[in-house]
């Protein structure tokens, strides 16, 4: 029946042709899924051999192709994608492995809410609580600065704590009268400082000076840069920084403590003077009124000026006169310069160059202009005074040096001391440095010694120098009186010489029976030619030259054995010295070891030594010795025995003495000097050219 070529007698399945295909015991014509031996096992209508997933009743319901009777995931099509074992459909974060998401959406993330109630951490770049101000406030306007925390809450300026914090400065911290800041931390650069030497001491008197303007040749002066000082003479009394109109200047007065000597009494009247800062300089100052100083006194000044050129003057004694220029006009010639001493002035002497007036009024000679940087020996006929007008020096001039003596200036006005105003470099190279009579030279040990201890303004300087090389002084303060430091004692009348432009000096340091007060003099052969008070230490025994004027006739030359004299002041003897010290040369500095009473001084019998000088002009000394205590009369005659003058008529000790006649009242010729001890007499002729 079913064409399979089997009877239908011996055919199990006699209506099926295929005779059941999927062996699975039932015919064809009656298996529901004649092809499916297993007859849809998933019992899902679908027979196995048409049927996807013939063991999935759901048939992939998730369709991720993967029947759900393999599928770990049957409901969750993407089989759980985040990898966290648990199947997307029941998974509540079906994407995150950590299964939770922090503030900012990120799986598994760190972010948090912070104390601002900000999103912060993890990766949102927000750090945790920066929202809150450095004074504690969140979305605060505070913020930290050099100063700390400021603005905001805080009460604070966010530039409260800068300012000057020099405690030197003018405007220090603590200066809260000059506009400091008491609360600065941090400097601006605000720093301002008072000239250097400019100082002044609170009094319990005082006045003040208000300037409605200032300036200098016409310039206004700049705030905070430029200063005004009141001066009475030399002495600083006050002064104050430019404010603009108004600037207040105190001016201390004299209470009577010894901290405000020097300042203002009632009736004086003020000096200012202005400091530029620009140009580190201190200029004369002229107020449009002259008030003068009373004590709590407050005047208002409408203009103060000042002037860029300087007016000074150097006092010139007769003779040689060692001196420097520390400003000079643009017309610098020697005639222009030398204008106001034409009556009096011989002759000017520079390094090497020399020049000279004649009677009409022209100078002649090598000499030709003034320079800033030397020195000069003006030689006067007369005391007179240097008087220029002239434009100051910059204070970092260039000297340059050669090998040997070097005649140089010191550009300033007012002093400084050795060790404070020459640079290092000077202490390699300088051995000696010679003024005018006076003299320093540099030990071992890098002190100097000897009568010159500072060098001054106005004043010429031979620098010895064992090599070249170049320097600049370090200048003095701006505005420093002067002060000479060493005092040089004034030599007595009896021992005056004349001052030479040919000088040398001998350092000693140990004198034989010399006491404080004593003088050590200098002689070539019986003429002085130099004298030093003996002050217990080194000192420098100054030996003049002749330098071919009339004045220092007899005077050392090249090679001249100086001798040395000891004058006892409290016994008025005179003894010799031996020493073994150097022969005589121009601008040499030489030391002695030891000066040592000569045995030769020790005097013996009664007489007259010597005169000198002789020929004299108006003064002679009379030198004289006894050989014990002696009563005795020195007396001057004229040719024809006429006594003219008693000089000394009493008892005098043993040793050697002397006395000066003064014949400024006598007339021009031959006098007989009569010295009569108690058993002997002895005269000598002298003579007086006027």
């Known amino acids: 029946a079913d064409s399979d070529n089997i009877c239908g007698d011996v055919d199990e399945c006699p209506y099926d042709a295929e005779n059941d295909a999927d062996s699975d015991n039932i015919c064809g014509d009656v298996d529901t899924c004649p092809y499916d ?34 599928d770990v995931c049957p409901y969750d099509a993407e089989n759980d994608i985040d990898g966290d074992d648990i199947c997307g459909d029941v998974d509540d974060y079906p994407y995150c492995f950590f299964n939770f998401y922090d503030c900012n959406d990120d799986c598994g993330g760190e972010a948090f809410i912070d104390d601002c109630g900000v999103c912060s951490e993890g990766l949102t770049d927000h750090p945790e609580n920066s929202d809150i101000d450095c004074d504690g406030i969140c979305f605060g306007d505070a913020f930290v600065n050099d100063c700390g925390c400021v603005e905001g809450t805080t009460g604070l300026e966010d530039d409260f704590c800068v300012g000057c914090t020099d405690q030197n400065a003018w405007n220090c911290p603590d200066c809260d009268t000059h506009e400091g800041n008491p609360d600065a931390t941090v400097d601006d650069g605000s720093c301002i400082y008072p000239p250097e030497g400019w100082s002044f001491n609170q009094s319990t008197t005082q006045a003040f000076y208000y300037f409605l303007d200032a300036g200098i040749d016409g310039q206004t002066l700049i705030e905070d840069e430029d200063w005004i000082g009141v001066f009475n003479g030399d002495v600083c009394a006050g002064f104050w920084p430019w404010k603009g109109a108004y600037t207040t200047i105190p001016a201390m007065g004299n209470d009577g403590a010894e901290y405000s000597e020097g300042y203002f009494n009632p009736g004086d009247y003020p000096d200012f003077r202005i400091y530029k800062g620009s140009d580190d300089r201190v200029y004369n100052a002229d107020p449009s009124e002259n008030v003068a100083w009373v004590n709590y006194g407050q005047s208002i000044i409408d203009y103060l000026t000042g ?221 002085i030619v130099g004298a030093r ?119 005098i000790n043993t040793g050697s003495h002397n006395i000066q006649w003064d014949a400024s009242n006598h007339s021009s010729g031959i006098y007989i000097v009569q010295v009569q001890f108690e058993d002997s007499m002895h005269s000598s002729k002298i003579m007086l050219i006027k």
Not at 622 to 646: P, Q, W
Request: glycine letters at 10%; proline letters at 5%.
């Open 533 to 651: 008070i003996w002050n217990g230490g080194m000192i420098d025994i100054p030996a003049m030259g002749d330098d071919g004027d009339l004045s220092t006739s007899g005077y050392c030359k090249s090679g001249d054995k100086v001798e040395f004299k000891l004058f006892k002041s409290l016994t008025g003897q005179m003894h010799d010295l031996y020493s073994d010290s150097d022969p005589w040369s121009d601008l040499s500095i030489s030391f002695i070891d030891n000066l040592a009473l000569d045995a030769r001084s020790i005097v013996e019998g009664f007489g007259l030594e010597s005169v000198y000088p002789n020929p004299f002009n108006p003064s002679t000394t009379i030198e004289f010795y006894a050989e014990h205590d002696s009563d005795v009369n020195v007396s001057i005659y004229d040719l024809n025995g006429r006594l003219i003058e008693t000089l000394l008529s009493s008892r």
């Open 37 to 70: 031996a297993e007859d849809d096992a998933d019992n899902d209508g679908l027979c196995g051999d048409v049927d996807t997933c013939p063991y999935d009743a759901e048939d992939d319901a998730d369709n991720d192709g993967l029947c759900g009777d393999v």
């Open 307 to 527: 002037f860029s050129t300087i007016s000074y003057a150097i006092d010139l004694h007769y003779g040689a006169n060692l001196v420097s220029f520390p400003a000079l006009p643009e017309d610098n010639s020697i005639g222009n310069i030398m204008t106001s001493i034409e009556e009096t002035v011989g002759g000017v002497i520079g390094e090497g160059v020399a020049a000279n007036l004649l009677p009409n009024g022209q100078w002649v000679g090598s000499l030709d202009e003034v320079s800033l940087k030397s020195g000069y020996w003006i030689k006067q006929s007369s005391a007179d005074s240097l008087e220029l007008t002239a434009n100051p020096s910059d204070d970092d001039l260039l000297f340059e040096l050669h090998y040997g003596a070097n005649l140089i200036s010191y550009p300033f006005f007012g002093s400084a001391p050795l060790a404070e105003t020459l640079p290092e470099v000077v202490y390699d190279y300088v051995s000696g440095i010679i003024g005018e009579g006076v003299a320093a030279t540099l030990l071992p040990n890098g002190q100097w010694v000897g009568s010159l201890d500072n060098l001054e303004g106005t004043k010429g300087y031979w620098f010895v120098s064992n090599s070249a090389f170049d320097f600049t002084y370090n200048p003095p303060s701006p505005s420093a009186a002067r002060d000479l430091g060493v005092e040089v004692v004034e030599v007595p009348d009896e021992f005056k010489y004349t001052q030479s432009t040919k000088q040398s000096f001998y350092f000693v340091e140990s004198i034989e029976s010399a006491e404080e007060g004593d003088w050590v003099l200098a002689y070539n052969g019986n003429q």
